[in-house]
C-alpha cells in the first residue's frame, strides 16, 4: 500500500474552513465557483488536462474532495452521488464472485440490502459480526475475505466497533478495514488515524448537514486503492453532481461548530429520557452507564448527536408517540438543523429480515432521534408531550 505524507499543521476549525481551498485563479472568488459543465476544451490531442468531462471529474467537485481530504490528513477524497453511491462502488472496485465480505452489525438497512440484494446474486457472500470484540471480527475473516466494514456508532443502537482493534486485525489478515463515519465524522472520530484504511460517509447528513443535499464520500491515505476506486466511479458515473458538491463544501465550513451542538444536546436530552418511566432504555455514548464507555474514551472525541432508546409499549407506543411529536419531525434522515425522529424496525431497516433485525437489538420500540439545533429545552418538552400519549399503550 502506498503512504501518504502530512503536509499541513492546521488545526481542525480551521482546516474545515480553509483547507483544500484556494482562491479561483480566473476571477480570485474566495468562494469556490460552481461549474455546472460536463464538458472541458482540450487545446491538442493528447493534451495534459485535469477534466475532461464531469463523469470523471468537475472542478467544484475536486474543490470538495481537496477540502475532505484536508479533514483527515489524507489526499483528495472521492465524492459520489450518495452515501450508498459511495459503498456501492467502493464494494464492487474490490469484490468479486468467490469472495467474502465481513460487515458488522448492526449496520444501516440500506447496507444490509446491499449485501444481500446486490452483492449475493453476484457470488459474494456477506457475513455480519459484532465488531465491539476484534477477537470475534478475526475469527470472522478466512482466505476469501476481500473488505470488512464497519459502522461506529452503529446505526440505529449506536454499538460501537473497536476500530483500532480490528485495524490490527485486519492488518493481520491482509485485509482493508474500511469504517462508516457517518455519525461522528471526522471531527468526532479519526478512522484513519486508528488504523483503517478508508472512512465512508453519508454527506447527506452532518457533512452537509441542512438537509438540501444526497452525497456522499470515500477518503483514504492509500492512492493506489483511490486510483481503483475513482475508475470505478468514472465507469458507473456514481459522481457527485457541482450544485450538491458546491452545497456540501459550504456545510463543511461549520461541521465543528455544529457537531458539538449536536453533541451537547444529544446529552442533555438522553440524560432527561433517562428518568423518563416511558423509557425502557437510552443509548448515548456520553452517558455515565453506556456499556462500552472505555471505546469512546479511546476513539471519540465527541458523542455525537444521535440518541437512541426504547419505548415500554413496543409499537404501538411507538406508533402514538411519533404521531404525537410536533417540534420533532418524523423523516428518514439524520444530522439536520431540525431534530427528526425515526422508528427504524419500519422505515431505515424496514427491510432487514425480522430474525436478523431483532438479533441486532432493532426491536419494534426503539426510536432513533438525531437531536438538531434547536433550544434542547424546546426539545425536551416536545418529547414530553409525546410520551403522554404512550402511557396508555404502558397501563392496557
Known amino acids: 500500500m502506498s503512504t501518504f505524507t502530512r503536509s499541513f499543521d492546521h488545526r481542525l476549525h480551521t482546516l474545515a474552513v ?37 463523469r470523471a471529474s468537475n472542478p467544484t467537485v475536486s474543490a470538495l474532495e481537496e477540502a475532505l481530504g484536508a479533514l483527515e490528513d489524507a489526499p483528495a477524497g472521492l465524492a459520489f452521488a450518495s452515501g450508498m453511491a459511495a459503498i456501492s462502488t467502493f464494494a464492487l472496485a ?62 440505529p443502537t449506536l454499538r460501537l466497533a473497536d476500530i483500532a482493534g480490528c485495524a490490527a486485525a485486519c492488518r493481520v489478515a491482509g485485509v482493508p478495514l474500511a469504517v462508516d463515519n457517518t455519525f461522528l465524522t471526522a471531527v468526532g472520530q479519526r478512522p484513519l488515524d486508528l488504523g483503517a484504511t478508508v472512512s ?15 452525497g456522499g464520500a470515500i477518503v483514504t ?7 481503483r476506486v475513482g475508475l470505478v466511479r468514472k465507469t458507473l458515473g456514481t ?7 458546491w452545497l456540501t463544501l459550504r456545510g463543511l465550513t ?7 451542538r449536536h453533541s451537547a444536546s444529544a446529552a442533555r436530552v438522553a440524560t432527561w429520557l433517562q428518568d423518563q418511566p416511558d423509557v425502557a432504555q437510552v443509548r448515548h455514548p456520553d452517558l455515565h452507564d453506556f456499556p462500552q464507555r472505555d471505546l469512546v474514551r479511546g476513539q471519540q472525541s465527541l458523542g455525537g448527536g444521535l440518541v437512541a432508546f426504547n419505548l415500554t409499549g413496543g409499537l404501538e407506543a411507538g406508533r402514538r408517540f411519533l404521531s404525537a411529536v410536533r417540534l420533532c419531525t418524523l423523516a428518514e434522515n439524520l444530522g439536520a438543523p431540525e431534530t427528526l425522529v425515526t422508528h427504524p424496525a419500519t422505515m431505515t431497516h424496514g427491510d432487514v429480515p425480522v430474525e436478523q433485525r431483532r438479533a441486532s437489538g432493532i426491536d419494534d420500540g426503539l426510536v432513533r432521534l438525531s437531536v438538531g439545533l434547536e433550544d434542547p429545552d424546546d426539545i425536551i418538552a416536545d418529547l414530553a408531550h409525546a410520551l403522554v400519549a404512550t402511557r396508555e399503550v404502558r397501563h392496557a
Open 18 to 54: 480553509r483547507g483544500g481551498r484556494r482562491p479561483d485563479p480566473t476571477t480570485g472568488a474566495v468562494l469556490t465557483p460552481i461549474c455546472q459543465s460536463t464538458t472541458y476544451a482540450q487545446d491538442t490531442l493528447g493534451a495534459d488536462v485535469v477534466h475532461t468531462y464531469s
Open 94 to 155: 474490490l469484490l468479486r464472485a468467490g469472495d467474502q465480505v465481513v460487515i458488522g452489525d448492526p449496520v444501516y438497512g440500506g447496507t444490509v440490502r446491499l449485501a444481500q440484494q446486490v452483492l449475493a446474486p453476484l457470488g459474494v457472500d456477506a457475513t455480519f459480526v459484532d465488531a465491539g470484540d476484534p477477537a470475534d471480527l478475526a475469527a470472522t475473516i478466512t482466505d476469501r475475505t476481500r473488505l470488512v466494514l464497519l459502522e461506529s456508532p452503529a446505526n
Open 200 to 214: 465512508i460517509y453519508s454527506t447527506t447528513k452532518y457533512v452537509e448537514g441542512h438537509n438540501a443535499t444526497i
Open 221 to 227: 491515505r492509500d492512492e493506489v486503492l483511490r486510483e
Open 239 to 245: 459522481i457527485q453532481a457541482p450544485w450538491d458538491a
Open 254 to 260: 461549520t461541521l465543528p461548530l455544529r457537531l458539538a
